[in-house]
């Protein structure tokens, strides 16, 4: 139980890096529900919400951001998630 709540904790901590790292690159609105869903300890939700409001906003996306989402989805065993293969096909067209 204790290696899952480490987990959780750190998992916890790479989600809020990375709001921290894209705080201007999202709406008030997509900062204030992935915020929500981190709060509430969804964290597969809040990592959806983020990749989402990245690709909606049609902004270049650092390497690193995708790195962190990416990292971030594997820990979580979200690899298989449309909003992952979304990320990285905006990330192609906008490079």
Do not use: N, W
């Amino acid at each position: 139980m204790a290696d899952q709540r480490t987990c959780h904790a750190e998992i916890e901590k790479r989600l809020r890096e990375l709001l921290r790292e894209v705080i201007h690159s999202l709406t008030p609105a997509d900062l204030a529900e992935a915020a929500g869903f981190l709060a509430a300890g969804e964290y597969g939700l809040c990592l959806e919400a983020i990749a989402a409001g990245l690709v909606e906003r049609r902004e270049y996306l650092q390497p690193r951001v995708v790195q962190a989402i990416d990292h971030l989805a594997q820990a979580m065993e979200l690899t298989d998630r449309p909003f992952l293969k979304d990320v990285h096909a905006y990330a192609l067209r906008a490079s």
